[in-house]
């Protein structure tokens, strides 16, 4: 289930997230130890649940997150995609 959008959906539709030593970390095997939480890698669902801090409350942790590695991440998830460099 989506942590943004509350969808149930394919664990092939999905991205699993994981944090390491407070910082988001998407695992894109699905293999990284630790608890996971569930999101569409688009921009609409991953902005909500940052927004609306659904990382932090799904994988139960106390404190802000580093996001900013996730965030580059994401886009150049979005350019590989897009077909674009």
């Known amino acids: 289930m989506c942590v943004a959008c509350r969808t149930r ?4 539709a999905l ?6 030593d407070s910082e988001l970390v998407p695992d894109e095997g ?3 130890p630790g ?3 569930w999101v569409h890698p688009t921009n609409d669902c991953i902005g909500i649940a940052l927004k609306r801090r659904a990382f932090v ?7 802000p997150l580093d996001t900013q590695t ?3 991440w994401l886009s150049s ?3 590989q995609v897009n077909g674009s460099k």
Request: net charge positive.
């Open 9 to 12: 959906a394919s664990r092939a």
């Open 57 to 63: 409350r799904a994988l139960r942790v106390s404190g």
């Open 77 to 79: 998830y979005g350019n």
């Open 70 to 72: 996730f965030e580059r």
């Open 30 to 32: 699905a293999v990284m």
């Open 15 to 20: 991205l699993r997230v994981v944090v390491i």
């Open 35 to 37: 608890r996971g939480a």
